[in-house]
Every structure is written in structure tokens, then in C-alpha cells.
């Protein structure tokens, strides 16, 4: 059998250096076409008509007006009288017509009577005794308790007393013991009785989760010679995609739909197209979705969505041209993203040398309508005595989505919070407290010891760190702090076709996409030097439902998933070519290597053919082979779960204005065999500015009162800016320990610690914590007069 | 886009290209005006504040642009913002829709060589003035030295706001042959990224100068 794993550093050419996107030439040209610039002849623009209420009926809909007008030519009711609106926001009926202009009149001229209802949008601490006690498990808290870990023997008596909402199902078992849930625990859930979730009406908006114990957490209170005490939180935050959301759908004949959409997964469109658009009926095989490049997802476009389901609606209605809904940004900020908000109050228990004994959690926050999950406190490190309890709110804010790293961001500026706060309680430099605790951290122990010094050494921590508060000078403070991470990222699923043609061209098909990621680049690189040639002699098709299926780009399973497949198949491609070229050659196939653009004897360079040359040899028939990840019948594995990674950040604080100013960051970061080293740091790089983003400026306002947002635009919502951007460092851990693990992603990975590392930054400046973040000028001053106060 | 598009119809002359269009101020001052003014097609002069400008629409209206050295007639509302009339009009969509109220920069174009947001000028303001887009910035396969930049720098990831940072960062390289550190900060500072790519922004703005100074000295 070929070799399939990976090249090491003297026998490649391209794999770990730093190579260029391959696309970004039609990135800065301006040619790239995204969904969003997608047009063909009789194009119609759709309109959505929204619920102006957080909460409301829908008491009647009138479209008459609007059906009457000049070029108006479909409307479609989403939800019809009789339903709740559970958002403002929400989605009511959607229009096309032979331009926006008109669309938009027509969207206006329709006529929605509502029954307002009773809102919450706030996600304010839970009052006492409001919470619901805990009731049946559905298939999210399953999910939270795995990875939360809740012990075992809790978990089991938990499930057989209140049972589950859901119907087991095999595929979902199989899941949760990827997760880590013991076989005890998968059968507990099997055998736990089934309840019905409970009714809409009437229900607490406050829902507590199964409380957590783990080791004795009264006794490790009781006996500790610290304990330090704090709240923490991290509110809702919204995607803020710069291309919408949104697709756009035709019907080239009756039974096919052809769409374009803006995704983070082809291969995953049409089963859900085709599921939403019942009871029309199409067969997901007749879907067929295109998409070249696409304005970022972070986490949030995964789904066709209802407005993506009415396009291809209007369509039919209009005879099959092409309909075109791209959410408005008001839209984009309101419905189309958010990202749960956690709060905590938290104690820590430790010995005087540092040593962390207990942690006792008080938790909570929304996720929208449903209520959300539980961040996993405490966050890497697995403190022996806890006790854990969350509280979900379920309001009227709008759904969650993933957003990068899910639930982690949160958990670690509540965890890296609560440490940094007990670190000052012991008056210890925090990098002798995390250092002290990393034999908590389990799996990634090693990482982490390696990361931390090399970190420390790039940001000059020994010379700059001082205790909190005491590095003021004037109206500046200024302050250091950390936080450490980590993520799974096994690679995902993923099919492709690679081909060598006679003529010495190389295709690569795959229903893969490039989120902005680098996809292209990786599958690319691994392609071209596995085969020995140059990058611009692959021709690489993605972003199609015509290619093989590859996974969805989430969770960084992308280039765990694309790299392993690409390889795979480059590698049985050349071993057909070499066994084609090898009689040519007097050689055995094994004897063979592709190097340099050209197939020849190992150690014996006079017996060559160019690629050209080589590839003649086939014939006239080209050599296809498929590639797939994963697939045990090939090893190695290739990829592999759980990276670590550290994050440092430098602030300045103006004690007089309260305006935070990022000086410096750090990252330190594992992703196992790194294909692009260029695309990888570029990944921390984002990272740290989308953490600058979150840490001191972003936030869903809601309008408690109107159950509104109140920032749903680019002002008001502010993202970082070019000049918020401070000295960046990157560090990207290789080498032996690093390299042999495989390939791992990086999406979420290097997003987690900058918004708690900016967080402890500016606790060590002004000498007191600003509890939740974005760390805004008010909240600043705030703690820095309850500290005068106190 | 194909010939038979409707608002793609080519009406030989300029009706409105003698003369530029308004400004912004006197379309907020005439904009009351025209909500009262009977719907017909062309434009018609008014008298505003004691000065005569012209009335567009209500109802479509023949729309003459001059985009990257081309002539092109539209038919469009007088409404329409000149993005849109790049975007679907004239299928010009390097030029983005994000914000669509000039907070983001990602649909900036050139108006007479200065940058504008394309979101926030009327197709109807652009008539008479040289509109330049990204489209227009590599000749014959060769990227512009900005551009190339970007690509050595890795400055776009999902690169919906590149095309409008590399106008900006271009026409401001173009205006300022050796500018101070605050100077870039203030000439970039009206474009937003989400996937964080200012650091490979940073490096090829000055991957630029340093190429700049080195063939100066």
C-alpha cells in the first residue's frame, strides 16, 4: 500500500512554508463573484416584510395591494395568522419584483395586523426562585452535559429521573461518544424515559440546568486558605457578516432548483432545501448549489434559512426565474446572528501557593428563544471540587447561532477572569499561578507548558508585568494579562475526485467552499506536492454540489477534513501514473518519485521524464481517483483533536476618559501539521483583531422596553477598526510534538483568549475588574470609581 | 449581462451629461420638491432657494454613466444609488453592499479620482463625472503594486471588503508619495473588515512605500 502520511520537512516543497492564496489575485482585483454579485437575465429582488414587535400574533396579513402593483410578481406569507412572531425581527412575508426599488414599495404596501404580546429581550441575572426546577433532557443539554462532563454516575440518575425530550437516535449516540460519553452513560440516555417538551404558553422564561458537583467542593471552601469571588460575563454579540446572508434560487425547469447562496455548507444545502420547501416537492438530487467565493459566516450560514426557503417559493410562484433576497444590514444584525451571552458569579478556592482547590458557579444567560447552553466552567482547567449551576433565559432577542469557538469565548473570559482575579488576592504574577495549575489542564498539559514561555519571552511579560494598579503614570494605566484555550477540530468528512489527464493537467473536484479560511490554498498545496508539481498546475473546482460531498466549514474541521482526502487521492493517482510510467523508465513503480515537475528513479536522476512526458504514457484515457477522509482502509489517520494555545495582550487604559487602547497581543498557538503557514497565521491574526472587536466594542443593545435592537448597523455596532489594530505576534508551534499529530484547524482556536486576556489586561492596569465585557469607557470609569469608593 | 436586459437600454445620447448632476445639498433641498412634482420621465428645472436644478423622476429616467472610460445609459429611479446602478445596472460588483449607509467602505469608488462611497451618491449625481472602480486597476494580467501588495501580505481573507480597502488604500498611495504614520491611519480609517485583515493591510501599505523609497533612492 502507499504511503499516505505526511511528507516531513526535507521531503516537501510547498506543505508548512509560507505559500500565498491562491485566490487572492481575484480577490484584490475585484473580480471574484460573490452570491451577493450574482446576476442573470430577468433577475427578481425579494423583500422581507418583518415583525416591527419582540413578541406578537399575527392577527391578519393583507398582500392584495401589493399583488396589484406594476412588477410586482410573487409574494409568499412565511408565517400565517395565527402564528407568533418571537423576535422583531422576524419573518413574515417575503415579495419579488422586477427591482429592489419596487420590491421595496411592494414590501410596504403590504398590510400585517398584529396582537403584540408580552416581550423579554433582557438577559439580566435571574431573579431568585424565578428559575424552572430542572426538567427532561433535550438534545442540547445532552450535549452540554457531555461537555461540561458531568460525572458520570450524576449524569445516569439524572437521565432515568427526568428523562429526555427527543426520540434516540443511533446517528446521535454515535455522536455523543466522539464527544467522550461513556458507554454507560450512552446507555442511560437509550433507556431514560421519553416526555413531552413541555407546552409554549405560560412556562418560566428561566430554565435551570441540572445542577453539577464534582469532588467535594464544601470541604474544599472549608479548607481553603484562599478564596477569591467575582462576576464576570460576556454579553450577546452579533456575526456582522460584510456579505448578508441571503441566496438566490431559480427553477430552470419544474423539478430542478438551481441556487446560489452564500454557505459554509454546499454539500449541506439541498437535503435542507429540499426538507423546508415541503410540501412542494423536490428531491434534494434535483438541488443544485453553486457558490465561488463567500463574505464570511464566522459560524452562522450554515442554514438556507427561511428567507433562502422563500426564494426558491417566489421562484416557482414566478415562472422559475431567478429571485434574489440579501439580507439588508439592519436585517443581517437583527435575525441572521448572535452569539449567546454568559455571565457568572464564581468562587475559587486555593491554596496559598496557588494551587486552585474549588470552583462554585452561578451561571446564566440567553441563547434567544431557546434558551441556550451552558458555557464549560470551569474552562481548561478541570478544578478537582466544583459545584455548577446555569440558568438559560429563553427570550425574545432573536435565535443563536454558532460563532466561532461556541460557548468558549464566554467560559474563558469567565474562568481566565476568576484566575486572574485570585492571582491578585495572592499577589502572584499570573503566569506563575497558571503555570503553578497547568497539571489541571489535562491532555494539552505539554502544549501548554511549551506555549507559555515562548508567549511570555514575545511579550516580554517579566520585564512589564507589575502588580495591579501600580503601573499608572499620569492619567495612563497600563496593564498585562492572559488566557489559555484549546478546541477540538478533527477533521470532518470529506469526498474528492482528483484526475490526471493525459496531457499532464491535474483536476481537483470538491463540494468543498472557502470561507475566507485559505481552502483553496490548502487543498491546492497538498495536491501540488504530493504530485511534485508547481501550485498554478492544479485546477481546483469547489464550491458545488456537483463535486464529491465534503463537510461543512465549522468547528475548524475543514482542513482536517479537505487535507487528508486530497491527499489520499493524490497519492493513489501517482502511484497509477508511476505504475503506467514505470516500464518506460526500467524501474519498479516504488522506485518512482514526483519531484520538481517531473517523474523519475529515486536516487538515479539520469533515468527522468518530465510530468508531460510521464502523463503521455497514460493513453488516452486519464486516470481518476477518489479521495475520502476519513478512511481506515488508508492510513493513517491524518488528522487529529485538540490543540492549545495561549493569548497575551498589553493595554493602556485613560483613567480619565475610561478608553481602552490594545498596545500589544500575543498569540501562541497548535494546530498540529500546519499545510500554509501564511493562511494559519493569518487566522491569528484575525483572531486577536475579531477578540479586539468583542473585548471593547461589540454588542446587541436591546431596547427593553420596545424589545428592539438598538445598534443594528455598522456605526452603532461598532467592529474594530484599522486604527484599533496594536503590534500583532504570532507564534505557530511546529516541529516534533507538533508536526506527526496531523493536520488540525484554526478557526476557532486563536478567537477564544483575546477577549479574556484584554479583560485581565485591564484589570492588572486600573486595579479592579470590569465584570462583563466589551470593556467600554463607561463600565471603565464605573470600576474605577467603586475601587475609589471601596 | 446579457443585451436584452431592460434597464439596459442604450438611448444614444446624454440627456442629462451637458451639465453635472446635483449635489448632495441641493438634493436635500429639492427633495421635498419632487415628492409634489408630477411623474414624468426626463428631468425638468426648478426653481429651489432662488437657484434653478434640475427634477428628476418620480419614475425612471434615462441615466448616462462614464465608469473606467466607458459610456453607459441606464434607465433608473432617480433613487437608485450609484452602487446599485454598478451592481445591477451595469453587473460592475467589485464594489460591495454591506452597510449601505457609508459607515463600512466597502463599495468605494473613485468620483473624479476621489474616493467616494458608492452607497451614498446617487447614479443620478454621477452623471458628468469620471467614476472609477477596482475593475479598472490591473492592466493586461498585471496587478497594481497595491494589489500585488495585498496578495504578499495575505491582506483579504473572505475579501468582501477588499476590493473597497484596495481603492482606498490606492488613491490614497496616489495623493500621498511619502506620508506619516498618522497620515495612513486617517486614509485608512474609513473602511471596515470583519475577518481581521488590518495586519496584512498594515504590511502591504508599507511593503509600497518601502518599494516607493527604494526606487527614489
Request: hydrophobic share 35%; glycine share 12%.
Amino acid at each position: 500500500m502507499p504511503d499516505y502520511s505526511w511528507p516531513d520537512a526535507e521531503h516537501r516543497k510547498l506543505i508548512g512554508t509560507r505559500v500565498s492564496r491562491v485566490d487572492s489575485p481575484v480577490k484584490v482585483s475585484g473580480r471574484a463573484k460573490y452570491t451577493y454579485d450574482y446576476h442573470t437575465t430577468g433577475l427578481l429582488f425579494g423583500k422581507v416584510v418583518r415583525s416591527p414587535h419582540a413578541k406578537a400574533k399575527i392577527l391578519s396579513i393583507d398582500t392584495s395591494v401589493a399583488e396589484k402593483m406594476p412588477g410586482v410578481k410573487a409574494v409568499q406569507i412565511i408565517q400565517k395568522p395565527g402564528a407568533t412572531a418571537q423576535w422583531a425581527g422576524d419573518e413574515i412575508v417575503a415579495v419579488a419584483a422586477v427591482d429592489e426599488s419596487t420590491a421595496e414599495d411592494a414590501a410596504r404596501a403590504i398590510v400585517v395586523k398584529y396582537q403584540p404580546l408580552p416581550h423579554m429581550v433582557s438577559d439580566g441575572e435571574p431573579p431568585a426562585g424565578a428559575a424552572e426546577e430542572a426538567g427532561p433532557m433535550s438534545g442540547d443539554d445532552v450535549d452540554d452535559a457531555i461537555n461540561n462532563q458531568m460525572p458520570d454516575a450524576q449524569f445516569i440518575a439524572y437521565l432515568k429521573e427526568h428523562g429526555v425530550t427527543f426520540h434516540v437516535e443511533e446517528d446521535d449516540l454515535k455522536e455523543w461518544k466522539g464527544e467522550g460519553a461513556s458507554q454507560a452513560v450512552l446507555d442511560a440516555i437509550r433507556s431514560a424515559p421519553y416526555h413531552e417538551v413541555k407546552g409554549g404558553g405560560g412556562h418560566s422564561a428561566y430554565q435551570k440546568a441540572a445542577a453539577q458537583t464534582q469532588g467535594d467542593p464544601d470541604k474544599a471552601f472549608s479548607e481553603a486558605e484562599v478564596v477569591s469571588e467575582g462576576l464576570y460575563g460576556s454579553p450577546v454579540i452579533t456575526h456582522c457578516c460584510l456579505e448578508s446572508h441571503g441566496s438566490i434560487s431559480e427553477w430552470p425547469d419544474k423539478d430542478h432548483l438551481f441556487v446560489h447562496i452564500s454557505t459554509q455548507g454546499v454539500s449541506g444545502i439541498p437535503a435542507q432545501m429540499a426538507e423546508g420547501l415541503k410540501p412542494l416537492e423536490i428531491q434534494a438530487s434535483n438541488v443544485h448549489v453553486h457558490q465561488d467565493h463567500m463574505g464570511g459566516g464566522f459560524g452562522s450560514k450554515f442554514s438556507p434559512d427561511r428567507w433562502g426557503i422563500a426564494t426558491a417559493q417566489l421562484s416557482k410562484k414566478a415562472g422559475g426565474k431567478a429571485v434574489r433576497i440579501m439580507l439588508e444590514r439592519d436585517a443581517e444584525l437583527k435575525v441572521a446572528g448572535a452569539r449567546p451571552s454568559a455571565f457568572a458569579r464564581v468562587k475559587v478556592a486555593a491554596k496559598k501557593d496557588g494551587t486552585v482547590t474549588g470552583w462554585q458557579s452561578q451561571s446564566w444567560g440567553t441563547g434567544g428563544p431557546g434558551g441556550g447552553g451552558a458555557p464549560p466552567l470551569p474552562y481548561v482547567f478541570a478544578i478537582p471540587n466544583q459545584r455548577k449551576e446555569h440558568t438559560a433565559i429563553r427570550n425574545n432577542i432573536g435565535p443563536a447561532r454558532a460563532w466561532r469557538a461556541p460557548n468558549h469565548p464566554q467560559a474563558a473570559v469567565i474562568t481566565m477572569g476568576a484566575m486572574d482575579d485570585l492571582a491578585a488576592k495572592l499577589n502572584m504574577d499570573p503566569l506563575d499561578l497558571w503555570t503553578k495549575n497547568l497539571g489541571l489542564t489535562g491532555p494539552r498539559e505539554r502544549t501548554y507548558r511549551e506555549e507559555l514561555p515562548i508567549a511570555a519571552e514575545l511579550m516580554g511579560w517579566k520585564d512589564k508585568w507589575r502588580p495591579r494598579g501600580q503601573n499608572i503614570s499620569g492619567n495612563t494605566a497600563r496593564g498585562l494579562g492572559l488566557s489559555i484555550h484549546t478546541w477540538g477540530g478533527r477533521g470532518h468528512a470529506s469526498d474528492c475526485d482528483l484526475t490526471i489527464h493525459p496531457d499532464g493537467s491535474v483536476d481537483v473536484k470538491m463540494g468543498t467552499q472557502d470561507i475566507g479560511t485559505g481552502t483553496r490554498t490548502t487543498i491546492t498545496i497538498v495536491a501540488a506536492d504530493t504530485l511534485g508539481l508547481p501550485l498554478n498546475a492544479i485546477n481546483l473546482y469547489i464550491g458545488d454540489t456537483l463535486y464529491p460531498p465534503s463537510g461543512a466549514s465549522g468547528g475548524s474541521t475543514t482542513p482536517g477534513g479537505v487535507s487528508p482526502s486530497t491527499r489520499r487521492a493524490a497519492v493513489d493517482a501517482r502511484q497509477a501514473l508511476f505504475e503506467k510510467v514505470a516500464p518506460s523508465l526500467n524501474a519498479k513503480p516504488e522506485e518512482l518519485e514526483a519531484v520538481d515537475s517531473t517523474v523519475r528513479v529515486a536516487g538515479d536522476h539520469s533515468r527522468s521524464l518530465s510530468w508531460k512526458q510521464a502523463c503521455a504514457k497514460l493513453g488516452a484515457v486519464a486516470i481518476t481517483v477518489h479521495g475520502k477522509n476519513p478512511d481506515r482502509s488508508r492510513p493513517p489517520d491524518l488528522t487529529n483533536s485538540g490543540v492549545g494555545g495561549v493569548g497575551m495582550a498589553d493595554v493602556e487604559v485613560d483613567v480619565e476618559t475610561g478608553v481602552v487602547k490594545v498596545n500589544k497581543m500575543v498569540a501562541v498557538q497548535d494546530c498540529g501539521y500546519i499545510i500554509d503557514l501564511k493562511t494559519a497565521e493569518s487566522s491569528c491574526y484575525g483572531a486577536m483583531i475579531m477578540g479586539i472587536g468583542y473585548a471593547l466594542f461589540e454588542e446587541k443593545v436591546m431596547d427593553l422596553a420596545s424589545g428592539i435592537m438598538l445598534n443594528p448597523d455598522m456605526e452603532f455596532y461598532r467592529l474594530a477598526g484599522y486604527n484599533d489594530i496594536p503590534d500583532l505576534v504570532v507564534h505557530m508551534m511546529t516541529g516534533k510534538g507538533y508536526d506527526e499529530r496531523g493536520v488540525i484547524g484554526l478557526g476557532e482556536p486563536p478567537v477564544i483568549s483575546p477577549g479574556a486576556a484584554i479583560s485581565n489586561a485591564v484589570a492588572n492596569a486600573i486595579g479592579a475588574r470590569v465584570s462583563f465585557i466589551p470593556l467600554t469607557p463607561d463600565k471603565v470609569l464605573a470600576a474605577l470609581q467603586q475601587k475609589a469608593g471601596a | 449581462m446579457p443585451d436584452d436586459d431592460p434597464k439596459r437600454q442604450d438611448h444614444g445620447e446624454n440627456p442629462a451629461g451637458e451639465t453635472s448632476g446635483v449635489s448632495r445639498r441641493d438634493f436635500l433641498k429639492i427633495s421635498g420638491i419632487s415628492a409634489a412634482a408630477v411623474p414624468v420621465i426626463g428631468t425638468k428645472v426648478v426653481e429651489a432657494a432662488g437657484t434653478p436644478v434640475k427634477v428628476y423622476g418620480p419614475g425612471k429616467t434615462p441615466v448616462t454613466l462614464r465608469v473606467n472610460g466607458q459610456k453607459h445609459t441606464l434607465t433608473l429611479e432617480p433613487r437608485v444609488t450609484l452602487l446599485d446602478a454598478l451592481r445591477d445596472g451595469l453587473d460592475i460588483t467589485g464594489a460591495k453592499r454591506v452597510c449601505d449607509r457609508g459607515e463600512c467602505g466597502a463599495c468605494t469608488v473613485l468620483f473624479n479620482g476621489k474616493t467616494v462611497y458608492a452607497c451614498s451618491v446617487l447614479a443620478i449625481e454621477a452623471q458628468g463625472h469620471e467614476i472609477t472602480t477596482v475593475e479598472s486597476f490591473m492592466k493586461d494580467d498585471q496587478l497594481a503594486a497595491i494589489q500585488q501588495a495585498f496578495v504578499d501580505n495575505d491582506g483579504s481573507q473572505c475579501g468582501f471588503c477588499t476590493p473597497g480597502f484596495i481603492v482606498a488604500a490606492k488613491a490614497f498611495l496616489d495623493s500621498h508619495p511619502d506620508p506619516r504614520p498618522e497620515q495612513i491611519q486617517r486614509g485608512l480609517a474609513g473602511n471596515l473588515c470583519r475577518c481581521g485583515t488590518y495586519h496584512g493591510i498594515r504590511g502591504a501599505v508599507a511593503q509600497v512605500l518601502q518599494s516607493r523609497a527604494q526606487k527614489g533612492a
